[in-house]
């Protein structure tokens, strides 16, 4: 059984920095690509950025030059590095997944999220 495991949000002050975390659990072949998504109450869950397994980064535009993806194959884990953050950054964070079950079988997977929440 394949997990999604976030960590690291939290109350942050504007201009602070945090960072995300999401750890991948289970048995699997691989994971493909990864990505972080943020939702608000009454909103649709968008993507924040996303990495592939060859490391190429895209980024929302509210967030280019602030947020930071990367991911550590051995540990399993991808991160966001959050700077300069806003308080229209505050919602739930939720990281995302493609893996590989089996041969050929691919999908995606979802984490519990993790609130963050930016004071002005």
């Known amino acids: 059984q394949v997990q999604l495991v976030e960590s690291g949000g939290g109350l942050v002050q504007a201009g602070g920095s945090l960072r995300l975390s999401c750890v991948a659990s289970?048995?699997?072949?691989?994971?493909?690509?990864m990505a972080w998504y943020r939702q608000t109450p009454g909103n649709q869950r968008e993507l924040v950025a996303s990495i592939e397994s060859g490391y190429m980064t895209t980024y929302a535009d509210t967030v280019k030059g602030r947020f930071t993806i990367s991911r550590d194959n051995a540990k399993k884990t991808v991160y966001l590095q959050m700077s300069s953050v806003k308080p229209e950054d505050t919602a739930v964070y939720y990281c995302n997944a493609e893996i590989e079950t089996d041969y050929f079988v691919r999908n995606k997977f979802w984490g519990q999220g993790t609130q963050v929440t930016v004071s002005s």
């Open positions: 289970g048995t699997f072949f691989r994971i493909n690509d």
